[in-house]
Each structure stands twice: as structure tokens, then as C-alpha cells.
């Protein structure tokens, strides 16, 4: 397996200077990702899972360039991503695309459909073929070519996903990354959306790199699954394993906290989902 | 474990009485013909995709329906003595009597219910000196400490003292939470409290809640798209879609045995986990299509255009089927579908 990694993170460290509270103490600092190493294969798809807080979306913009450790490495398909100015980045655009939790705050309301998808393309300098190239897109996230001349709030919150997805794969990138693509959604809208992100792994042969704070929604999805908490990966596993035998502690909390429809009928209440999260300090 | 429906109670325990709701702008059609009870102690769910008329409903009961939007039906809130008269035909001033008193409302985003620029401490005191449920000063004090330490906020004192930005999402909520709980009302609606929050959040707030109400003997309408919270936090269940109320049920029933195809569909795109343990790569199970915007669902069954059943039959609007006997009526318990799942011979 010598096969480049198409992401790789070495001890990766982000630190935020927070806002002095007070003239006498010192400036806190948040370690946001605290020593994070983490090998993601060709193919693989891997989720990313913990609390709001714990560092996932930091580490994802660490991953995309769009911010720079403090401290380690970060390596897309090979290349170094950590110590590059974001001018020398305009590779990993091609080679790496996102999706947001919120399709409506990450959609340009005032732009239409078609330029929406196109942006990535344009941003490239391509210039012709585009309009053919949406249409294509549209059509293979499910939606109707007639979609490219509407504006996105003319668009329900799943269809805005499709929309997203649709933009995400328009330069043929190798890796989609996504920050809790469906924790915005409808439980109906979330399972047509999974499976269209299932779909386009599955068809355009992508690494996936998926967060959620629930574990639930990554285990249809991925191969393996990382939890995060407070900046540390405390767990990684195969997704089979993780489920069948969580070995941290707050794993198994994550866990005991997702009210799931079976054993809630089994007569599990909200007292025991409480019981199951450890107890929090703060 | 079925729900044995009990005998007929010797006193009415009914809370919130809703007969035949309707709610539409001038042109359109958004709530029709709503109709449900909930009792004293009760906990009731109130599920369906975005779209399907949940907030409405809420709004509805509490008199807070946006400009533009006309209700006709009865309401009336059984808990007090006397019992209200119709709440749809009070004047707001009557309603802001009833509203953070016998009637209170925790909505999905805890900032549009708290005032940003005053101590979350002085808002829960607030709702207690406004309604004058207090005694004095002193007991308003002793009060907001208590009831912050109910919901389980640490160092409750100290934290009155807080600014809502400076506290989490999760604790913000328990603020809420601790303001609709203070005057102990006789029903706590609650819209979508936790689909903000973090899976670990959300159960120890669904706790609260459910702790809050029982403590209290308080009725409760429960909102959200998430049926493992429904089924969490609720003994009954009120499915809505279009508009309308298609099923009705003991949680265990509506989602263990669905009738209606609507809610046959929920359930299934609920389910993420599979075959036993395993990662299925075969898709998930989803309802077809989405739901349409306003004024734009069929007549006949609302649900007929997304519907993998429907036939000619389903054109015109079927007959409430009562499945069964409840304590809270007839149409506590039971669906509106021509041909529903769960019987002989299906699938
Ligand atoms: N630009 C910033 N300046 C200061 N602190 C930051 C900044 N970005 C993130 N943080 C802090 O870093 C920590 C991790 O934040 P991050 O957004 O990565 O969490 P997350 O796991 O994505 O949470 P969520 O589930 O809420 O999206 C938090 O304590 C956050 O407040
Ligand atoms: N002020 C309003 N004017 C017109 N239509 C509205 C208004 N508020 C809500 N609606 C429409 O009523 C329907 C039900 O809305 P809502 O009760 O918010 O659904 P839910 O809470 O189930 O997501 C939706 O189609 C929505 O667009
Ligand atoms: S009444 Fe007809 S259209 Fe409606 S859910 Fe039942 S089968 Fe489907
Ligand atoms: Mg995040
Ligand atoms: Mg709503």
C-alpha cells in the first residue's frame, strides 16, 4: 500500500487567541485541534464525528487550506497544503471540493443556479462548455436542467443540498469534504441526501471526508470513523467496530445520546439518553 | 408494551381542547380542520416535514400567527376554571395573561426568546413579576435560583448574572426552558427546542423538559421532524402533513405499526442503521418527491402525489378511521388513508 494518501495530517495544531476578559490575565488561548494525525486512503470514506466545539469544522478548514496550523503538516494527494499562501493553493480547488451544513447561507442568493455550479469551473479560467457541463451536473444530482435559471430560494433545503453537491463536483474532483451536509434537514430530505452523496462517491470513484456531530448519520455513509474531542482524536475505527464495541468512553457517550426509534420504542427515555452522555463540566 | 387504552376518566383531565382549527392567508389554505386534546400529564408529539403545518399549529393555539394569517375553529384552554372561552376570539390583551402563565412556548432558536442586552436572571424574573406569581421580591429571587438550578445550569447565582451571548446554545435553551416553566403552566408547547443543539446537548435538554413537565403534571405538545425524540420524549403522536392530521397514536402504534403511507414513509427514512449492525451500501429508504409548497398540495389525500399507493379512490379526502378507543377522543387515535399499511395481505 504505497499508494499516495489523498489526505494526510501530521500532529496538527491550531491555536485561537481568544479576546482578553480581563486587563490582568493573559489573552486565553483555544487549542481548537490539538495534535491531530491522521491518514484518510485513495477512496476511503472517512467521518468525523464529536460535539459542536470539539474542533471539527477547524480541522476541515486545515484540510481545505483555508486556514494554517499553528503547528505540523498537511498533505492533500501528497502536496503540502499547511505552509502555502492560498494564491499557490489553486490545485487543491481542482482537486478538492466542499459542502456546507447550511445550503442557504452558502448558496449566493443574488446568483443564479447556473453560475452557482459554474463558479468552480470559472474560477479555473474554464470558459467554455460550462453551460453543457451544468446541465450534466443538474441533471446527475437529480435535479431538472430547467433548475439552472432559478435563484436558490426558489429551492427547498434538500434541493439546495443537490444544488451544493452539484457545484462540488464540477471541476471532477478527487475528494468531497463535507461539514454536516444533512443536520439541517428533514429525516426524509436527510435520507435522500445521504444517498445522493453515497451515490456520487460510489460513481465519480471520490475520497469523502464527512462531519456530523451525530453518529448515526455517518454510519450509512463511511468506512471508518474518527471522533474528536476537544481537539484530540480520541477514537478512530472501522465504522463496524466503532458501532459494535466503542473502546473511549466518550465514544460510548456519543453513542447512549442519539435517540434512535427502535430502542426508544424498546422503552428507552429521555432519562436514560441523559444517563448515557457523561457527565460535563462548565 | 401496547398502550391499553384506560376507561373513560370520572373527571376531565382534558387541557387544551382544539376542535377544527383552520388556518390561511386570503388566498390560501395552510391548516385544515385540525382537531386534538391533550390531557393533564400528557405528552404529545407533533411530527411531519418541514412545510407540513407544525409551527402553525403551535402559533395558532398561542395566538401568535404572523400579520396575514386568519384562523377559524376553537381552542380553548380546559385547564383553567373557568375554562377559557375560545382563544381564537380573545383580544390579546386576554392572551398575554394567559401566554408565559397557563400557557407557555420554547421555540427551536433560544435567542429570538431571550433579550440579548438584559440578565438571563432579571428575564426569568420577569415572566414571575409580570404575572404576579410570586408573593414578593424576595420569593422572585429565591425562585429564578431555583428553578435555574432545575434545569440543571451550574452555579445557578452566579449565572443569573450572565448576558445570553456569554452562555452555550445548550444552556441558553435551559434558560427558556426555566422562563415557560416558571409560572408552572398548565401546558408547555415546544418547537423543534433541540434540533439546534448537539446530539449530547439534546438529551440532557429533552430530560429537563420531560422532568420540567412531569414535575409540573403539565400537558405538553412536543414539535420536531425526529421521531426517535418523539418517541423519547412522547407517549402519543400526531402526524401532520398538508395541513392535516393524517394519523393519530400511542408512539408505540403510529411508529411500530404505522397505518397511514405517510407516516409508513417517515419511519422508514428514519431508519439509518440498516440490516442488524452493519453499513447497508443499498440506498436508504426515502418518501418520493417533496413536500409542495402552500396551496399547492392535491385535494383528496394530501399525501396522493407522493403516494406509491394512491389509485382514484384516494382523490377524494378519506374518512378519519378511528383505530381504536383513547381517553382523549376519537381523534386521538386512529388515520386517514383508504388503503393503509399494517393490515392483511399488505406488501
Ligand atoms: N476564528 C476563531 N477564533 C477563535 N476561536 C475559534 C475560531 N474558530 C474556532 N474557534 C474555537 O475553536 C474550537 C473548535 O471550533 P470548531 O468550529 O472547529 O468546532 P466544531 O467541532 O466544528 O463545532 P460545531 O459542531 O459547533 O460546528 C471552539 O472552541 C471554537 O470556539
Ligand atoms: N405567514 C405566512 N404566510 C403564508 N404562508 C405561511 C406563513 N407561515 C407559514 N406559511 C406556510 O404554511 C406552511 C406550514 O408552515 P409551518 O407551520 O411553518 O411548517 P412546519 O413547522 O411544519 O415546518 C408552509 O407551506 C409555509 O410556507
Ligand atoms: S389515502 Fe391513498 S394517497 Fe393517501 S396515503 Fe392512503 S393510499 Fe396514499
Ligand atoms: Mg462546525
Ligand atoms: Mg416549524
Same mark, same amino acid.
Given at each position: ?11 496538527v495544531?491550531? @491555536? ?17 485541534? =490539538? @495534535? ?23 480541522l ?30 489553486g490545485?487543491l480547488?481542482?482537486?478538492l ?8 447561507s ?9 453560475d452557482?455550479v459554474?463558479?468552480?469551473l ?8 460550462n ?7 443538474l ?57 445522493l452523496?453515497d ?5 465519480? @470513484? ?16 463511511? =468506512? ?7 481537539? %484530540? ?23 447512549a445520546?442519539?435517540?434512535?426509534? %427502535? ?20 | ?27 390560501t389554505?395552510?391548516? +385544515? ?15 411531519g ?7 402553525l ?7 401568535? &400567527? ?13 385547564? #383553567?376554571?373557568?375554562?377559557?372561552? !375560545? ?7 386576554? &392572551?398575554?395573561?394567559?401566554?408565559g ?13 431571550? !433579550? ?16 404576579r406569581?410570586?408573593p ?29 451571548? $456569554? &452562555?452555550?446554545?445548550?444552556? #441558553?435553551? #435551559?434558560v ?13 408547547i ?19 423538559v ?10 405538553? &405538545? ?10 423519547t ?26 397505518? +397511514?403511507?405517510?407516516?409508513?414513509g ?11 449492525? #452493519?453499513? $447497508? ?12 409548497p ?14 406509491? +399507493? ?19 377522543? $376519537? ?7 383508504? +388503503? ?8
Amino acid at each position: 500500500m504505497s499508494e499516495t494518501p489523498s489526505v494526510e495530517l501530521r500532529n496538527v495544531t491550531r @491555536d485561537f487567541r481568544r479576546r482578553r476578559t480581563s486587563l490582568t490575565s493573559p489573552a486565553p488561548v483555544v487549542r481548537a485541534v =490539538d @495534535d491531530v494525525s491522521l491518514t484518510v486512503a485513495r477512496g476511503e470514506r472517512i467521518g468525523i464525528v464529536g460535539e459542536s466545539g470539539s474542533g471539527k469544522s477547524t480541522l476541515l478548514r486545515l484540510i481545505c487550506g483555508l486556514d494554517r496550523p499553528t503547528s505540523g503538516e498537511v498533505y492533500v494527494e501528497g502536496r503540502p497544503v499547511h505552509d502555502q499562501p492560498p494564491w499557490r493553493l489553486g490545485w487543491l480547488r481542482a482537486t478538492l471540493q466542499l459542502v456546507f451544513q447550511d445550503p442557504m447561507s452558502s448558496l449566493d442568493p443574488r446568483m443564479r443556479v447556473r453560475d452557482i455550479v459554474a463558479e468552480p469551473l470559472v474560477a479555473q479560467g474554464r470558459r467554455s462548455g460550462n453551460r453543457e457541463r451544468v446541465v450534466e451536473l443538474l441533471e446527475r444530482v437529480g435535479l431538472s436542467a430547467e433548475a439552472a435559471d432559478r435563484y436558490p430560494h426558489q429551492f427547498s433545503g434538500g434541493q439546495r443540498q443537490r444544488i451544493s453537491v452539484a457545484r462540488a463536483l464540477a471541476p471532477d474532483p478527487d475528494i468531497l469534504v463535507a461539514d454536516e451536509p444533512v443536520s439541517a434537514l428533514d429525516v426524509s430530505v436527510r435520507a435522500q441526501v445521504l444517498n445522493l452523496i453515497d451515490e456520487v462517491v460510489e460513481g465519480f @470513484d471520490l475520497t469523502l471526508v464527512f462531519v456530523s456531530h451525530d453518529l448515526s448519520v455517518v454510519r450509512h455513509v463511511c =468506512d471508518r470513523v474518527a471522533v474528536m474531542r476537544r481537539g %484530540q482524536l480520541v477514537e478512530v475505527a472501522p465504522t463496524e467496530q466503532l458501532f459494535a464495541a466503542p473502546e473511549h468512553p466518550y465514544t460510548r457517550s456519543l453513542l447512549a445520546a442519539v435517540p434512535d426509534l %427502535q430502542q426508544a420504542l424498546a422503552g428507552r427515555t429521555a432519562e436514560d439518553l441523559a444517563a448515557g452522555v457523561a457527565r460535563r463540566e462548565r | 408494551m401496547a398502550a391499553a387504552p384506560a376507561a373513560a376518566p370520572a373527571v376531565d383531565r382534558t387541557v387544551l381542547r382544539v376542535d377544527g382549527l383552520s388556518v390561511g392567508t386570503r388566498h390560501t389554505g395552510l391548516l +385544515h380542520d385540525v382537531s386534538f386534546q391533550i390531557c393533564r400529564g400528557e405528552r404529545v408529539g407533533l411530527i411531519g416535514e418541514s412545510g407540513s403545518g407544525k409551527s402553525l399549529t403551535a402559533l395558532a393555539v398561542m395566538g401568535l &400567527l404572523p400579520e396575514g394569517l386568519a384562523a377559524t375553529g376553537d381552542v380553548r384552554l380546559s385547564a #383553567r376554571t373557568p375554562a377559557t372561552r !375560545n382563544l381564537l376570539d380573545l383580544p390579546e390583551r386576554d &392572551l398575554a395573561r394567559l401566554r408565559g402563565d397557563g400557557l407557555s412556548m420554547v421555540f427551536q432558536e433560544p435567542m429570538t426568546a431571550l !433579550n440579548p442586552t438584559m440578565r438571563v436572571g432579571d428575564q426569568v424574573a420577569e415572566v414571575m413579576l409580570i404575572h404576579r406569581t410570586q408573593p414578593s421580591r424576595g420569593a422572585v429571587r429565591r425562585r429564578v435560583v431555583e428553578l435555574l438550578e432545575q434545569v440543571d445550569l451550574p452555579d445557578p447565582a452566579h449565572l443569573a448574572r450572565s448576558y445570553p451571548h $456569554e &452562555l452555550s446554545g445548550g444552556q #441558553r435553551q #435551559r434558560v427558556v426552558l426555566a422562563i415557560a416553566l416558571a409560572n408552572d403552566p398548565a401546558l408547555l408547547i415546544c418547537d423543534e427546542p433541540t434540533t439546534a443543539l448537539d446530539v449530547t446537548v439534546q438529551a440532557t435538554v429533552l430530560d429537563l423538559v420531560v422532568r420540567g413537565v412531569e414535575e409540573r403534571d403539565a400537558a405538553m &405538545l412536543f414539535i420536531t421532524h425526529d421521531l426517535g425524540v418523539v418517541a423519547t420524549v412522547c407517549e402519543r403522536v400526531l402526524v401532520m402533513y398538508g395541513g392535516r392530521i393524517v394519523e393519530a397514536g400511542p408512539v408505540q402504534d403510529v411508529f411500530g405499526d404505522p397505518r +397511514h403511507r405517510y407516516t409508513q414513509g417517515l419511519v422508514a427514512a428514519s431508519d439509518l442503521t440498516g440490516a442488524e449492525g #452493519r453499513r $447497508e451500501r443499498a440506498a436508504l429508504p426515502t418518501i418520493p418527491g417533496s413536500v409542495p409548497p402552500a396551496g399547492r398540495f392535491p385535494d383528496g389525500c394530501v399525501f396522493r402525489t407522493r403516494c406509491t +399507493h394512491a389509485d382514484e379512490v384516494c382523490r377524494t379526502q378519506p374518512p378519519w378511521v378511528p383505530r381504536g378507543e383513547h381517553p382523549a377522543g $376519537e381523534t386521538a387515535y386512529g388515520h386517514a388513508c383508504v +388503503h393503509p399499511a399494517g393490515g392483511y395481505g399488505d406488501e
